[in-house]
Every structure is written in C-alpha cells, then in structure tokens.
T-cell receptor
C-alpha cells in the first residue's frame, strides 16, 4: 500500500458545527502532516506529528485540533470555523530524516464553511 | 527561514515544445527537493525527488536537476502534451533536528499546453 487516504473528499459545515477530517496510511511512515491550501496558493503547513507526538504547530487557531491516535491514523477536529477557513486540506506522510524518500500526499478534503 | 520561489508563475506553450520550469531556494541545508504536479482541486502527485547529494533525476519525459550551492532546481519537460497541463510545485525538505521535519513549497508554475 503506497497511498495516503483522506476522508471525506468534500465537507460542507456551518460555523457552529463540529466535524473531523481523517487521514490514514499503511506505509510505516512515522511522520504525518496537515497542510492547508487556498485557491491558487501553495500548501501551507499546519501541524507535524513525529512518532505520534505533535512536534510542530504553525500557530494554527485552536478551532483546529489535531490528533494522532496511532502510527497509521491522523485526525483533524474542526469546531466553530469561519468562512475564511474554507480550503483544501491535505494530509501527507513521510519517513523521518530520510533524504532518499519524499512525502506522499492524499487527495485532500475540500472544506466549505457556510 | 526557507523561502522557495518559482519562475514563471504561469506558462502557455504549444504542444510538442520542450520547456523548463525554475525553482530557487534560500537555505541550502536540505535533505532533498521534490517536484509535484497538482491538477485543479486535486491532491499532489510526486513526479521526481532529488537527494541533496544528487545532481539530477529522470523519469520518462521529465528531467529534474539540482544545484544545491546556488539554491536552484529546474524541471525539464520534453515534447509537451496537453495532458501535462497542471500546476507544478517544487518543495524542499530541510535538514532538521529529530522530529522537526518540514517541507516548504514554492509558489508554483501554472502550465497550459495548447493543442
């Protein structure tokens, strides 16, 4: 298995809703990432998990709450989002400290906040 | 702070032409550089990865080069086809302390191949 699987592919939520994005990989990668991408912009890093521990939080608002329950699964819990949070949310995974290997990205979740 | 820039921002060429996309980065302390392709509204597809000790990598009609000392990489696409139309992103993976991995993306080049 060489894929990163993200669900759902599309999500529409109101500003008072609570929802979660899910990401799964079975490549044995011990680093997992959340990126946010606005239209016509490059992806921006949100969170990094290394060995299931949060190692980087790029000053993301607390309405985004990441969770890494095990080495294969990464969640992003959403609560009280704003319309400007509408974007494509990408999950990725990689081996740690390995120059010979790259990142593998999922197909993303298109989030619309209404 | 690593900054990654891609030139040009957009490019339109007739089918069949060879073309070059450019990527420059400010911090040469990198593990590797990766080129991705992104179709509208979709995820990222990895095209090529060049380790910091390598000078180039090839896959089919694609060839990527890396000059770490000058902070530059190029992606060469031979005999372009309409199916090559997409946004191309380069990304550098910095050398980091344990658990501090980070991939920084370039600004992207939107490529259109005209049939």
């Amino acid at each position: 298995d060489t894929e990163v699987t993200q669900t759902p592919k599309h999500l529409v939520m109101g500003m008072t809703n609570k929802k979660s994005l899910k990401c799964e990989q079975h490549m044995g990668h011990r680093a997992m990432y959340w990126y946010k991408q606005k239209a016509k912009k490059p992806p921006e890093l949100m969170f990094v998990y290394s060995y299931e521990k949060l190692s980087i939080n790029e000053s993301v608002p607390s309405r985004f709450s990441p969770e890494c329950p095990n080495s294969s699964l990464l969640n992003l819990h959403l609560h009280a989002l704003q319309p400007e949070d509408s974007a494509l949310y990408l999950c990725a995974s990689s081996r740690l400290g390995q120059g010979a290997y790259g990142y593998t990205f999922g197909s993303g979740t298109r989030l619309t906040v209404v | 702070k690593q900054e990654v820039t891609q030139i040009p921002a957009a490019l339109s060429v007739p089918e069949g032409e060879n073309l070059v996309l450019n990527c420059s980065f400010t911090d040469s302390a990198i593990y590797n550089l990766q080129w991705f392709r992104q179709d509208p509204g979709k995820g990222l597809t990895s095209l090529l990865l060049i380790q910091s000790s390598q000078r180039e990598q090839t896959s089919g009609r694609l060839n990527a080069s890396l000059d770490k000392s000058s902070g530059r990489s190029t992606l060469y696409i031979a005999a372009s086809q309409p199916g090559d139309s997409a946004t191309y992103l380069c990304a550098v993976r910095r050398i980091s302390n344990f658990g501090n991995e980070k991939l920084t993306f370039g600004t992207g080049t939107r490529l259109t191949i005209i049939p």
